[in-house]
Every structure is written in C-alpha cells, then in structure tokens.
C-alpha cells in the first residue's frame, strides 16, 4: 500500500469519526434540550393549576385555603434553598437570599406555622437562621 492510500485511509477514518462523534454529540444534545423543556413545561402546568386553584378559592371568599397552601409552598421553598445552600460557607451566601430569609424569618414569627415534622422544622429553622 503505498503513502498516499495510508493518508488517505487514515484521514478518511479520522474525518468519519468527527462526523459521528458530531451526530451523536448533537443527538445527545437535542434529547437533552427536550428533557429540559418538559421538566420546564410541567413546572407551568403544576404552576398555572396552583395559582387557578389559589385564584379561585380566594374569589369564593375561602381565605384560609390559600393561606395553608402558600405556607406549605413556602415551606418547600425553603427546603430547597437550604438544599441549595447548605454547603455555602455562611460567607459566601447571597444577602439577597439573606435578606428575603429575614423577612421570612419576621413574618413566621409573626404568623408561626409549623409542619409536624421535626426534621423538616429543623431544616427551616436552620435556613431562617442564615437570615441578617
């Protein structure tokens, strides 16, 4: 076999393995971007039923439903901020973040709510105690 068909050969299958490592990068990308989107697409499903059904019982004039809702909301909210945050040095938190938690902080020792369950009251009393 002489050079030039070695060279050949050899580019041929450099420049085939580009191609499919391509495809297959740009595969895994798509299927990627379309997990992503539905994962986003039910979030504002759960998103626009919560807020139609929140909606919707305070127009009835039932207010405390909403209100144990939203709690139950901000309960997970702060679960996740702490999952989030939990590992940041107390330092290198964001004051915004410090900032919100303080006030979170004021309006549940204004309107207490607790969730019965002592490990995740522990965990929001731990994140309400990053607060400024």
């Not at 997990?35 to 305070?58: C, H, K, P, V, W």
Request: with cysteine; charged share 25%.
């Amino acid at each position: 076999m002489s050079k030039v068909k070695a060279v050949v050969i050899a580019c041929s299958a450099v420049l085939a393995g580009i191609v499919i490592g391509g495809l297959l990068v740009g595969y895994a990308c798509i299927r990627t971007i379309k997990f992503i989107n539905s994962g986003n697409e039910a979030r504002a499903y759960t998103s626009a039923a919560q807020s139609f059904m929140l909606l919707d019982q305070l127009r009835r004039g039932d207010v405390q439903s909403p209100i144990d809702s939203l709690e139950v909301q901000l309960d997970g909210d702060l679960i996740s901020l702490w999952g989030y945050h939990k590992d940041a040095p107390a330092d290198k938190r964001d004051p915004h973040l410090l900032k919100l938690l303080a006030k979170v902080r004021d309006y549940r020792a204004k309107y207490p709510h607790r969730i019965q369950h002592p490990e995740l009251d522990r965990t929001i009393a731990e994140v309400l105690g990053w607060a400024r």
